[in-house]
């Protein structure tokens, strides 16, 4: 049986904090800083968030491959 949506909500969030934390990104998350970013440019959004999301999609490949690597050649 799949995961539940919360489950998925949880395992996502804590790969977020694991790539800000490798990238020493990690006060660039949101729940580590709630504050208000209106006047915040989206260049100076994407210069520190961006790496973050990257970082996740490196991290997924990676973990896809080492999936597909064990079990022949399938997800």
Do not use: C, W
Request: charged content about 25%; overall charge positive; hydrophobic content about 35%.
């Amino acid at each position: 049986m799949g995961r539940t949506s919360e489950e998925k909500k949880k395992l996502l969030q804590q790969l977020k904090m694991e790539a800000a934390a490798e990238i020493g990104h990690l006060d660039f998350v949101r729940e580590n800083n709630d504050h208000y970013k209106g006047d915040v440019t989206a260049r100076q959004n994407g210069l520190e968030g961006g790496p973050i999301g990257g970082r996740m999609v490196q991290k997924m490949v990676a973990y896809a491959q080492q999936q597909m690597m064990q079990n022949g050649g399938r997800l």
